[in-house]
């Protein structure tokens, strides 16, 4: 079965720009959480969907964003890139019932200059 | 809320070492507790899992036993080896945070021959 995958892998914005990060979970699980990895905050939740619907969010301002499609492939979305924004952003997938380990992909490294 | 205490590192060992990571946690609930694997440049893995008190949880020679009296779960594996080399994460989920998992703040490990 095939893991999770997060496109891009790298990527390099411009502050004040915007940019959108793609996961697609591993097939059957149905809920998708993503998070914020930094050397100095670690990692930090930032939101989880389950069904299409935002079921859990961090404590991350507006400019941070997400959504979930019917096949369970989410996106998540930063507006106004800030430098501070730079990080690793992990996807998690889960089956979403009782069983709480989540599977990560490998990350979308982020650099905002 | 929901916190993970890990012991601080980076712990650095000889391989065939003794190897233990502390981790204590503090939940509301009945929550799940995870051991997670990075190594560099790539996203979690999951090591092993308990779900309820006196689990114990092992995989690849590693073993923790989820201890509800202390709220500890303590990651030893008794010879490690160089490829055990990674950061370590103990982490927790619980039902009324589904798809959020809290984590710790890693403990680096490196093996030297």
């Known amino acids: 079965k095939a893991g999770v995958t997060q496109t891009p892998r790298y990527l390099i914005k411009t502050r004040g720009q915007q940019v959108t990060l793609s996961c697609s979970p591993i097939?059957?699980?149905?809920?998708v959480s993503w998070y914020q990895q930094t050397p100095g905050q670690g990692l930090q939740f930032l939101f989880e969907?389950?069904?299409?619907?935002?079921?859990n969010k961090g404590n991350f301002p507006g400019r941070f964003s997400g959504r979930q499609f019917s096949n369970s492939r989410s996106e998540m979305n930063v507006s106004t890139l800030e430098l501070g924004d730079s990080a690793l952003y992990l996807c998690?997938?889960?089956?979403?019932?009782?069983?709480?380990?989540?599977?990560f992909g490998p990350g979308t490294r982020l650099t905002v200059t | 809320g929901n916190s993970v205490t890990q012991m601080e590192g980076p712990v650095t060992l000889s391989e065939e070492a003794f190897l233990t990571i502390n981790c204590t946690y503090t939940?509301?609930?009945?929550?799940?507790l995870f051991w997670y694997v990075q190594y560099p440049g790539e996203g979690l893995q999951l090591l092993l899992k308990?779900?309820?008190?006196?689990d114990k949880g092992s995989n690849k020679g590693f073993e923790a036993t989820y201890r509800k009296e202390t709220t500890s779960f303590h990651l030893e594996k008794g010879s490690v080896q160089v490829s055990d080399s990674a950061v370590y994460f103990c982490?927790?989920?619980?039902?009324?945070?589904?798809?959020?998992?809290?984590f710790g703040d890693g403990t680096t490990l490196t093996v030297k021959p």
């Open positions: 982490a927790l989920s619980d039902r009324s945070n589904a798809g959020k998992s809290t």
């Open positions: 097939s059957g699980h149905r809920s």
């Open positions: 308990a779900t309820k008190a006196d």
């Open positions: 939940a509301t609930g009945y929550p799940s």
């Open positions: 998690a997938s889960s089956f979403g019932g009782e069983s709480y380990e989540q599977y």
């Open positions: 969907y389950f069904s299409e619907t935002q079921r």
